[in-house]
């Protein structure tokens, strides 16, 4: 929400520089009407609006560009080494860089999709070190020399993975936004051993959403796989 916090800055400064002028003007009017009406112009309110002025104009940029806050200065990067579809990336990440934004953004690793950004649908499935994980909610600064596969590097070549080749026999998809993270997690589930029963099966898949309701194709793929 907050993301682009930084143009705060530049009301903030304004209220600064307005809250020094004020102060200013009142630091004169005390300097010459105390000495004018022969009142002490040392007392301790004095001191305070002083005091206050020569805070606030302080706070003040002393140049134009110093009101703006160039939005690079505020990242910070990790040297991030990581593999991902056995491929090896040494990259400077943004640490509030999303594994799924760098894989999408940074590496054109377009297969992984972006569903709701929070955890809620499953479309962002990946494997890491071998488990699912949302890349959504993960940060990639927190994926180092970890090993990371995407839908991208299930195939093996010009080979389907078998979760893949079940789901084009058993109509597993429509659309297909919600695909790639359904067939990670499918692989993930029958991996975890999770492909008991339908029932068993629906509920370790009960993170991955399909808008166009294709589930019961999506049980098969991986009843198939399973009993394979
Ligand atoms: S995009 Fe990650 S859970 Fe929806
Ligand atoms: S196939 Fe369309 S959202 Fe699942």
Redesign the pocket.
């Known amino acids: 929400m907050f993301r682009n916090y930084y143009l705060l800055i530049i009301p903030l400064k304004a209220l600064g520089f307005f809250f020094a002028f004020f102060s200013f003007i009142s630091y004169f009017e005390n300097l010459f009407l105390g000495y004018a009406m022969k009142d002490k112009p040392h007392s301790r309110r004095f001191f305070l609006k002083t005091s206050m002025a020569f805070a606030a104009w302080a706070a003040v940029p002393s140049t134009a560009k110093g009101f703006y806050v160039d939005k690079e200065e505020l990242k910070m990067m990790y040297p991030l080494k990581i593999s991902i579809n056995k491929k090896i990336y040494n990259l400077p990440a943004d640490t509030r860089t999303t594994l799924?934004d760098l894989l999408r953004e940074k590496l054109d690793l377009t297969g992984t999709?972006?569903?709701?950004?929070?955890?809620?649908?499953?479309?962002?499935?990946v494997h890491i070190n071998g488990e699912r994980v949302?890349?959504?909610?993960t940060l990639a600064a927190t994926v180092h020399e970890a090993e990371v596969t995407t839908i991208e590097g299930l195939a093996n070549g010009d080979q389907l993975h078998p979760m893949q080749e079940a789901f084009m026999e058993c109509d597993g998809f429509q659309c297909g936004y919600c695909t790639p993270?359904q067939i990670m997690s499918a692989v993930a589930c029958v991996n975890e051993g999770r492909t008991g029963s339908v029932e068993e099966i629906k509920e370790f898949m009960s993170g991955n959403l399909c808008r166009c309701g294709a589930y019961n194709g999506i049980v098969q793929s991986i009843l198939k796989v399973a009993q394979a």
């Open positions: 799924l999709k972006k569903g709701c950004d929070h955890g809620q649908c499953g479309a962002c499935t949302l890349s959504c909610l993270g």
